[in-house]
DNA sequence: TTTTGTGAAACGCTTCACAGCT
DNA sequence: AGCTGTGAAGCGTTTCACAAAA
């Protein structure tokens, strides 16, 4: 177990256990990969070679039971720990994620929000997380023992505001600037490009979601 | 020319399309695949593979007209029309993506939110998009020709919204809702998952990015 | 010479099919 | 009988390598 796994698998794994606290709240003992298939549109082995990754998590003619490989499922994507998380950016895109209640709800605590403007420090988003200035991020990410930052600034700062990221020693961030952006090879960094989501959406529309047949 | 064109391919057209405006607006007149690739750490065969798939947009010896090229991938994008949208769902996140610049800047027009409360139907977002009633969103979405709609509803009403939106005759959905979503095949619904794109850092925060060696 | 466009090879992910366990 | 775990096959995407064009 516990080669590289990819990152199409560790998504996965975030659904099924998400499905899992469903069943789990319900009062359901077990679940076969047949109908964690069903549930998500996939196929059956593709969901037994995602767990078998990580050991022998199921039991033959039986299936999964729900609360071990629920628990397990939160030790491999590091949930079992205490995940404290920065906003960088108080504009609307920072405020609206800092106050967003589905990550609190699966274990994420959002303890702090950065920005440079003077008159957005030392307030509170709606919700009651506090805006520091970004020069001090090195030193509250330390206190506030802060390992994963988001950030949500104007693409035209993205890269200087990551690099002071990268500095502070946070090793995983989330990025909604749009543009290439570059980290480290030991920092993590993930982008959602919502003009490039956008774009595609237009792309479907503009060639007919039904591709009209070739002349 | 224009057989099936894989989503990952179309996602890297509108990055390179952002690279191009750049050039474009710096006065370059062309740009080789070589230096599309060092931008974006491709390898340059990919990019070209991928322009191919629209006709012979290059020339040899040169590379690729950026003006032309720029031209083409906007038509091909779907971007040199209007494209009118509107966000479902006038909370936190709404706001933000109603006023987020970046899309205006791409030729998007946000043109309407909804809801349901009726002490938020009537007003604005800060940036003046007018909030109804989700119920008038047939009736709008006509009259204002939305091609598009953003889901930004808690994931409790996202499926029962996604049928309203679609029963409008909606065909290009972006989602912010957790959970899994039907829609008919001649529907695009693209998702963006908040809590799987952190719970992917988590665990890579979990694993040691740099993967310790192993026993 | 430079750089595109593209078959062929390489690679990675998914599905199949079945041995093995309960 | 039922279901997992997994080698082998299948398939889609990326990279290689080179002929063709400017």
Redesign the pocket.
């Known amino acids: 177990m516990a080669e590289q796994v ?4 560790t998504n996965r794994l975030s659904l099924y256990l998400r499905f899992l606290n469903e069943l789990e709240a319900g009062g359901v003992r077990t ?4 109908v964690l298939a069903a549930r998500f549109d ?5 969901i ?2 995602d ?2 990754h990580f050991g ?9 039971v729900v609360a071990d490989l629920r628990q397990r499922l939160r030790q491999i994507l590091g949930l079992d720990r205490c995940l404290n998380v920065t906003i960088i950016g108080a504009g609307n895109l920072g405020f609206a994620l800092a106050d967003y209640p589905g990550f609190r709800k699966e274990g994420f605590r959002i303890v702090a929000l950065f920005d440079t403007l003077p008159e957005k420090v030392g307030g509170r988003s709606r919700s009651g997380v506090p805006i520091h200035d970004i020069r001090d991020l090195k030193q509250v990410a330390r206190r506030e023992q802060i390992t994963i930052a988001v950030v949500a600034v104007p693409a035209e700062s993205a890269q200087v505001v990551v690099n002071t990221v990268v500095e502070a020693g946070i090793k995983a961030l989330l990025n909604f600037s749009p543009g290439a952006l570059r980290v480290p090879p030991d920092v993590k960094l993930k982008s959602v490009d919502l003009t490039v989501s956008l774009e595609s959406l237009s792309f479907h529309l503009a060639r007919g979601v039904d591709r009209p047949p070739r002349p």
Chains 1, 2 share one sequence.
């Open positions: 990819s990152e199409q698998t679940v076969s990969s047949k996939l196929n059956a082995a593709l037994r070679k767990l078998s022998d998590l199921g039991v033959r003619g039986v299936g999964y």
